[in-house]
């Protein structure tokens, strides 16, 4: 199991601390592989953008139109944390859903 996020996220700091023997990638740091996020995109699609962050507050109406896949290669920090790879299973997110999607909580 892998989970992409951020050191500094209170909520993937959550997912790790439920999951303590998953890897942990920070998105900041090494971004998210280009076939995870080809997967996440056509899986949750505009969903995969958290539109609700300080970066996207942040961001100027040009980068605002770029496609979600542009705009999260770009600003990595954008995306909705945690995405959890459980072998090929994909799961956004930490909301009591995602917990029990993957037998936590």
Not at 18 to 30: G, H, I, T, Y
Not at 37 to 55: C, H, I, P, Q, Y
Request: charge should be positive; glycine fraction near 6%; charged fraction near 30%.
């Amino acid at each position: 199991m892998i989970i992409y996020g951020l050191k500094t996220c209170d909520t993937c700091r959550k997912a790790r601390k439920a999951l303590p023997e998953a890897e942990f990638v920070d998105v900041r740091e090494s971004g998210v592989p280009a076939d995870i996020l080809n997967r996440a995109l056509t899986e949750f699609g505009d969903k995969l953008v958290n539109t609700r962050s300080t970066t996207w507050r942040g961001f100027d109406e040009e980068t605002r139109a770029l496609t979600p896949e542009a705009v999260i290669r770009a600003h990595p920090t954008v995306m909705k944390r945690p995405l959890i790879v459980q072998e090929q299973r994909l799961v956004l997110g930490w909301d009591k859903a995602a917990q029990s999607a993957l037998g936590v909580g």
